[in-house]
């Protein structure tokens, strides 16, 4: 199966005709994801005895019409809870860790007869920007194997930038779906925080965190993120806000004529000339289809990375603290007592990001620092998600770069922590505000032929206005129909 020439329409339809069965799809698909894996890396743990099995259960039931996802292979990052399949965030913590239940997300994608080929690869609790802080393997970006495939969920955009599946789910704390997305030349969309449920989630930063979809096209993403959307008593944080069917917007009728475009002009500094090229080239072109773009100002936004891993880091020592070598998880051999239970169970199980993390946010949550530094950054925080509403009195879209470079080599910024958080300049703000926000492929680097990504950042639960910009530019152009030759330049 060419995962790359298909849509998840086309795909269903094929499969409610027999034109394929879901077990004869499944098994090219893991035959696709083991040829590619050696040099990808994509996966943590594949699931292919379990995924067989229930491709046939539901090939002797039938696929209906209304059955979107029914038989079709769909990826889950390694931080998102699978009963009886092993979920270990990338962690020697929890490189055992057996779930005995679903997340929500995962519970609706199961009811709708999905199938799931595997668990994909992660920076350790999903700190990280390259994947490369996996406790178990670097994963490869496919467009040059010698590059990063972004962070955290790298995994599950490598596996669609590979063609392994149409779709993979990820987590977003402070870009993580929205960079991988931009590496690799893919659509990554973060909800609005509260859309869809985070119960189930190993967390990271409760009020930042949010699960979303990285898939080939933006009408399949519109179409996999209505499933997984809507409330979830489990969770407090998950909104009563009906959930529209943004892909039904999604047509030949669809423009941006008319729409209000806002591009920061802090959204251009420190951006890489390679990419400052793309993303002007990309508004033109919007504005040659009737959108009306206009510059603003959004000034906190150098504030947004120092204030983010101060808040992040903090939310991330007090969830974290759970795993103590006691209840779960890793527990350090040859301890004396409950205190080196403790002690070493924690300092062998993390990795040396967590623990960095850990630390500064114990730190900041610490007696007399806590007004200093924790209290300084929520209050930044607010005055972030001002900036946003400012401008979007006046506008429907927010548009930039989602990163300020192409992927960087791997091993180039990983022993440089202030190098490698900074990637992170435009997208954690959209998180600290708990704003929808999508990367979409604009083109690619005149310098080294890498993609670069185009962010576009909507309204609360306005993710709406974002498909229809994104896929108007998708259908306008032909960034998204192009696929990697694995290990080489493009």
């Known amino acids: 199966m060419d995962f790359y020439q298909t849509s998840l329409s086309q795909l269903h339809d094929d499969l409610v005709n027999k034109k394929i069965s879901a077990t004869e799809l499944t098994k090219e698909t893991f035959d696709h994801i083991k040829g590619n894996e050696d040099q990808v890396k994509a996966f943590i743990n594949l699931n292919e005895e379990q995924a067989v099995k229930r491709a046939a259960e539901i090939d002797a039931k039938g696929i209906s019409a209304d059955q979107l996802t029914a038989g079709v292979p769909l990826a889950v990052k390694d931080n998102i809870l699978t009963k009886g399949l092993t979920t270990t965030a990338a962690s020697k913590m929890l490189e055992n860790f057996n779930p005995v239940y679903d997340a929500t997300v995962v519970e609706k994608l199961n009811a709708a007869d999905y199938i799931n080929v595997g668990k994909t690869n992660l920076d350790e609790f999903a700190m990280g920007s390259s994947t490369e802080n996996s406790a178990f393997f670097t994963t490869h970006n496919p467009w040059d194997l010698t590059r990063v495939p972004g962070g955290s969920s790298g995994g599950s955009a490598a596996a669609v930038a590979a063609g392994d599946v149409l779709g993979a789910l990820g987590t977003d704390t402070g870009g993580s779906i929205r960079m991988p ?10 909800p609005t925080y509260g859309r869809v449920s985070r119960w189930g989630i190993i967390a990271f930063g409760s009020s930042f965190d949010q699960v979303g979809w990285l898939t080939q096209n933006v009408k399949d993403n519109a179409l996999l993120t209505a499933l997984i959307s809507g409330n979830d008593e489990r969770d407090m944080t998950s909104s009563l806000k009906e959930v529209p069917d943004w892909a039904a917007q999604l047509n030949e009728n669809t423009n941006v004529k008319g729409l209000r475009i806002a591009v920061p002009k802090e959204y251009f500094d420190g951006l890489d000339e390679d ?6 080239a990309a508004l033109d072109h919007l504005e040659s289809l009737g959108a009306i773009v206009d510059e603003v100002s959004l000034p906190h936004t150098k504030y947004g990375v120092p204030a983010y891993y101060i808040l992040a880091s903090s939310e991330a020592s007090s969830n974290l603290q759970r795993y103590d070598g006691i209840r779960y ?34 730190f900041s949550l610490s007696a007399g620092f806590y007004d200093a530094y924790f209290n300084k950054a929520a209050k930044v925080r607010r005055l972030i998600a001002q900036d ?17 470079s192409t992927a960087f080599k791997i091993g180039a910024e990983i022993d440089d922590p202030q190098t490698m958080y900074m990637n992170d300049v435009l997208t954690v703000p959209v998180n600290m505000a708990g704003l929808p926000a999508m990367s979409i492929p604009a083109g690619f680097s005149a310098k080294n032929g890498m993609p670069v990504g185009l962010q576009i950042i909507g309204k609360a639960f306005d993710e709406q ?16 129909k192009k696929a990697p030759k694995l290990g080489g330049q493009n």
């Open 181 to 190: 997305a931009s590496f690799n030349g893919v659509v990554g969309m973060k």
């Open 275 to 280: 990419v400052q090229e793309v993303i002007k």
């Open 388 to 404: 946003f509403e400012d401008v979007f009195k006046d506008h429907d879209v927010i548009i930039g770069a989602t990163g300020a």
């Open 465 to 480: 206005t974002v498909y229809n910009t994104g896929y108007v530019f998708e259908q306008t152009t032909d960034f998204h």
């Open 329 to 362: 998880g890793f527990r350090a051999d040859d301890v004396k007592n409950l205190e080196d239970v403790y002690v070493r169970s924690r300092s062998e199980g993390f990795g040396e990001e967590v623990k960095r993390r850990i630390m500064l946010g114990t």
